[in-house]
């Protein structure tokens, strides 16, 4: 190809060639994605290797940490710890009364879907591109489309997977969208990404629909894609234009989508149940995977 040519030009022409040749095999029949997969799993050193300069730094500032500051954030951890022992027995009982109407119901008996703990390993550089890079792949069982949420509420989807990372679009994203519905009221709607990370648009909301500002969003679990009932956003602004048919509505993200560097990786009732179909491990044997699950 890099050969001097006598036609001029031609190295381009051939280059151009196979670009669309390339491009129309992977939109319209899908056969690169080994290839992408391939490419990922080969950057996961590169994610770490960029990682290790902060997290040297951290390693270092950590040795020369004085008593005194020691001593605060011990005194703030405690206080954090009374907090948190004083919401558990509160969702205890919660969830002992949830669990009696459901089987009340003869619904599921499970109160929440099996997560597993990932960590940010790396952030898009695109600024119209809100995606960043976790350190779970298909080895721990991650699927696209998988839920991706971190301490406070929704953050995104699964969008691509290698062997040890996985590739995450953020809610967001000018090419996300949410089905969620109103806590107050159960009212429905979509919430989209407008590639600002600190505002997101609910949209096709009558001018007659009861929705006020501050109302809870959670996802509806309509589509399939999202498990039903997590918590996304809250109502920030209602902009009522004349003669419109409907309201202009920004809602505020609750997950720190900048921010957070721990995440939780969703599975649905359905997946455990082909992973418990496709192997039964035995109850004593436990797998890497395994230990990182949170219930």
């Given at each position: 190809m890099f050969v001097q040519s006598p036609v001029p030009g031609f190295r381009l022409l051939l280059v151009?060639?196979?670009?669309?040749?390339?491009?129309?095999?992977?939109?319209?029949?899908?056969?690169?994605?080994?290839?992408?997969?391939?490419?990922?799993?080969?950057?996961?050193?590169?994610?770490?290797?960029?990682?290790?300069?902060s997290q040297f730094n951290e390693w270092v500032a950590s040795l020369f940490t004085s008593k005194e500051d020691l001593q605060e954030e011990n005194e703030a951890l405690r206080a954090r710890l009374l907090i948190l022992e004083r919401r558990a027995l509160k969702y205890a009982a919660l969830a002992s009364e949830n669990n009696e109407l459901r089987k009340l119901m003869n619904s599921s008996e499970v109160l929440d879907d099996r997560v597993i703990v990932g960590e940010v390993v790396a952030v898009s550089p695109d600024p119209f591109s809100h995606e960043i890079v976790i350190n779970k792949g298909s080895r721990d069982g991650v699927e696209v489309g998988q839920a991706i949420l971190d301490a406070n509420g929704l953050m995104g989807q699964v969008e691509q997977t290698s062997s040890f990372t996985s590739r995450v679009l953020l809610v967001s994203d000018s090419s996300h969208a949410v089905p969620v519905e109103v806590v107050r009221n159960g009212l429905r709607a979509v919430l989209l990404g407008n590639g600002d990370a600190s505002a997101l648009e609910?949209?096709?909301?009558?001018?007659?629909?009861?929705?006020?500002?501050?109302?809870?969003?959670?996802?509806?679990?309509?589509?399939?894609?999202?498990?039903?009932?997590?918590?996304?956003?809250?109502?920030?602004?209602?902009?009522?234009?004349?003669?419109?048919?409907?309201?202009?509505?920004?809602?505020?993200?609750?997950?720190?989508?900048?921010?957070?560097?721990?995440?939780?990786?969703?599975?649905?009732?359905?997946?455990?149940?082909?992973?418990?179909?496709?192997?039964?491990?035995?109850a004593t044997e436990m797998g890497p995977a395994e230990q990182d699950e949170v219930r």
């Open positions: 151009i060639v196979l670009s669309v040749v390339l491009i129309v095999a992977d939109s319209r029949f899908d056969q690169l994605t080994q290839v992408r997969s391939a490419i990922g799993t080969g950057l996961a050193p590169i994610h770490w290797l960029g990682n290790a300069p609910l949209v096709h909301v009558p001018d007659t629909a009861d929705i006020r500002e501050e109302d809870l969003l959670v996802s509806s679990g309509l589509g399939g894609r999202f498990p039903k009932g997590y918590p996304v956003a809250k109502v920030g602004s209602i902009t009522k234009e004349q003669g419109e048919p409907f309201v202009k509505i920004e809602a505020t993200p609750l997950a720190e989508l900048n921010k957070s560097r721990l995440v939780l990786v969703v599975f649905s009732p359905e997946q455990d149940a082909n992973d418990e179909a496709g192997e039964a491990a035995p």
